[in-house]
């Protein structure tokens, strides 16, 4: 659970923050960068990479296949299959992290990229996401029974904790720290919102001040 809270709510914040694209995309040789642009910007053949942009970009889309992909990954049968095949696994770390990249850069500027929500937007889409992901929490933490068949067949077990115990960790853990880096995006898109009203809102205020003196 604390690998894949990493890859989803840690790193993927943490590097759209930083905003590395320029500097991938000047690894490439000059003359290299001239032909890519240029077909993705006139080949017809970029046609479905532009409409895969397109569709991707849409923050529900983006919520949809974060939370739902984090949702799916529990499925026990999942889970399962994941911990018995290492390439599968391997692979689903590779897509936690790139729909975290997607998932944050709807909401969170990454220049030269800009986000596609406002603060009002942003709000939204981290509160929905943070429920999402707690309600998931609190069902791993509510079931009474261990699901996840190669942790229950672990000997000697981690720590001296029951099958259950640190599947109700591993919710505990889902729940929060997990959820804190949503909790933080949440309120600065809260803080936003108030200053972008209170900026609104300003401009409103000012005759009626000025009438009354």
């Given at each position: 659970?604390?690998?894949?809270?990493?890859?989803?709510?840690?790193?993927?914040?943490?590097?759209?923050?930083?905003?590395?694209?320029?500097?991938?995309?000047?690894?490439?040789?000059?003359?290299?960068?001239?032909?890519?642009?240029?077909?993705?910007?006139?080949?017809?053949?970029?046609?479905?990479?532009?409409?895969?942009?397109?569709?991707?970009?849409?923050?529900?889309?983006?919520?949809?296949?974060?939370?739902?992909?984090?949702?799916?990954?529990?499925?026990?049968?999942?889970?399962?299959?994941?911990?018995?095949?290492?390439?599968?696994?391997?692979?689903?770390?590779?897509?936690?992290?790139?729909?975290?990249?997607?998932?944050?850069?709807?909401?969170?500027?990454?220049?030269?990229?800009?986000?596609?929500?406002?603060?009002?937007?942003?709000?939204?889409?981290?509160?929905?996401?943070?429920?999402?992901?707690?309600?998931?929490?609190?069902?791993?933490?509510?079931?009474r029974?261990?699901?996840?068949?190669?942790?229950?067949?672990?000997?000697?077990?981690?720590?001296?904790?029951?099958?259950?115990?640190?599947?109700?960790?591993?919710?505990?853990?889902?729940?929060?720290?997990?959820?804190?880096?949503?909790?933080?995006?949440?309120?600065?898109?809260?803080?936003?919102?108030?200053?972008?009203?209170?900026?609104?809102?300003?401009?409103?205020l000012?005759?009626?001040e000025?009438?009354?003196?």
């Amino acid at each position: 659970m604390l690998q894949h809270m990493l890859l989803q709510m840690v790193a993927p914040p943490l590097i759209v923050l930083g905003a590395p694209w320029m500097a991938f995309w000047r690894v490439l040789p000059l003359p290299t960068r001239r032909r890519l642009a240029g077909w993705l910007a006139h080949s017809t053949g970029a046609s479905p990479l532009h409409w895969a942009a397109r569709l991707l970009g849409l923050p529900v889309v983006a919520w949809v296949l974060f939370l739902g992909t984090i949702a799916v990954s529990h499925v026990p049968l999942i889970f399962d299959f994941a911990l018995r095949h290492s390439a599968f696994h391997e692979a689903e770390h590779v897509v936690f992290l790139g729909l975290g990249l997607l998932f944050w850069s709807r909401a969170i500027d990454s220049p030269p990229f800009r986000a596609r929500l406002g603060p009002a937007g942003a709000f939204a889409f981290f509160l929905t996401a943070i429920l999402a992901e707690s309600l998931l929490a609190l069902v791993i933490m509510g079931l009474r029974a261990p699901v996840y068949a190669p942790y229950a067949a672990l000997a000697p077990r981690p720590e001296g904790l029951s099958a259950l115990a640190d599947q109700q960790l591993g919710g505990t853990m889902m729940l929060e720290p997990a959820s804190l880096p949503l909790l933080i995006a949440l309120l600065w898109a809260l803080k936003r919102w108030v200053e972008l009203q209170a900026a609104v809102r300003g401009p409103e205020l000012a005759p009626r001040e000025t009438s009354r003196a």
